[in-house]
């Protein structure tokens, strides 16, 4: 019997519920609780078990305990990378903590350029946005992110629920909970960055930009702005997910692991065993990963050729 998988990153800032067998959550650097709903379907366990994946570690969560059978195995997985900016107030101070001198010298070099070389404009939607620019956005959200990763003949997964995102996000974005931050060439959508929030958490999601202006560096820009924004707004994190990138370990201040969690019923001999083998199977994952032998990149690379069939047979599920 396969275990049921709920994805805890999904249900926070995407489905607004507190996933099931948690009562509390709360940010550990702002020591701010989230005030989210309960989901209320009650889940039995029976002979089955639960993992509840991509629990960040920045997060206190609080278990249920009402029942002395519900037990939890908790097996480490991805390393994630955020921007902790609670304790700073102007983004230079950000700057001078992350970058060297050499590194800010640059990055200011290439904003500069950017905005010398092109009729620049800098936007965050949050809050406010009409149906008409968030749909011609979203279009050409996927035109670039698509474009991009055919370019390096990777698969990617977002494109696959694509109109999911599209529907999804618009009300969240006038509700403050998701916002689209948006780098213009005159008019010309050329970096575009979706975000979803919870609390004083941001957590970027999918970012991508126009490879034709690849020699500006807009991802160091594009973070840049999310420094500024985020310190004016008093946001404490701006959390850049699980990837260990070097564009990642360059501007994050900490690093934080994924969880799974694997909940299960003591009294049940079946769940108690499907429990413990499916901790070593993701154990043993987390082993292959950490020696470079099992690469999610690699794998996406062989699933390029199918992505066109697998969007057009996907895509139907969703609208």
């Not at 989230?34 to 570690?57: A, F, M, Q, R, S």
């Not at 299960?264 to 079946?270: A, G, L, P, R, W």
């Not at 690469?295 to 390029?304: E, I, P, R």
């Not at 697998?310 to 139907?316: E, G, L, P, W, Y």
Request: proline share 3%; with cysteine.
């Amino acid at each position: 019997m396969p275990p049921d998988y709920i994805d805890f990153i999904f249900k926070i800032f995407k489905e607004r519920y507190l996933p099931p067998f948690y009562c509390k959550v709360k940010n550990k650097f702002s020591d701010t609780s989230i005030n989210l709903p309960n989901e209320k379907n009650t889940i039995p366990l029976k002979n089955k078990i639960y993992v509840v994946n991509d629990v960040p570690g920045y997060l206190d969560s609080e278990i249920k305990t009402k029942e002395d059978s519900l037990k939890l195995k908790v097996v480490r997985q991805y390393k994630g990378f955020l921007l902790n900016i609670k304790d700073f107030k102007k983004t230079e101070q950000y700057l001078n903590s992350v970058l060297s001198k050499r590194g800010r010298k640059k990055l200011r070099s290439q904003k500069n350029k950017l905005e010398q070389d092109c009729n620049i404009q800098y936007c965050m939607y949050y809050g406010e946005i009409s149906k008409f620019t968030y749909d011609h956005l979203f279009d050409a959200f996927k035109i670039l992110l698509k474009k991009r990763f055919d370019s390096k003949q990777v698969y990617n997964r977002n494109l696959l629920k694509w109109d999911y995102y599209h529907k999804l996000t618009y009300s969240l974005i006038l509700e403050k909970k998701a916002s689209l931050f948006v780098i213009y060439d005159n008019e010309k959508p050329i970096n575009i960055t979706l975000n979803f929030h919870v609390e004083d958490m941001l957590f970027s999601y999918i970012q991508t930009f126009d490879a034709d202006y690849s020699r500006f560096n807009l991802g160091d820009i594009d973070i840049l702005k999310h420094v500024e924004w985020c310190i004016q707004n008093k946001m404490t994190i701006i959390d850049l997910s699980k990837g260990d990138f070097a564009f990642k370990r360059k501007w994050c201040n900490h690093i934080y692991d994924f969880d799974y969690h694997i909940f299960y019923n003591s009294k049940s001999f079946i769940s108690t065993f499907l429990a413990h083998t499916t901790a070593a199977k993701l154990k043993l994952k987390q082993f292959l990963r950490s020696k470079n032998i099992s690469k999610v990149y690699q794998y996406d690379k062989v699933l390029f050729k199918k992505d066109e069939k697998n969007i057009k047979i996907t895509s139907r599920k969703f609208n």
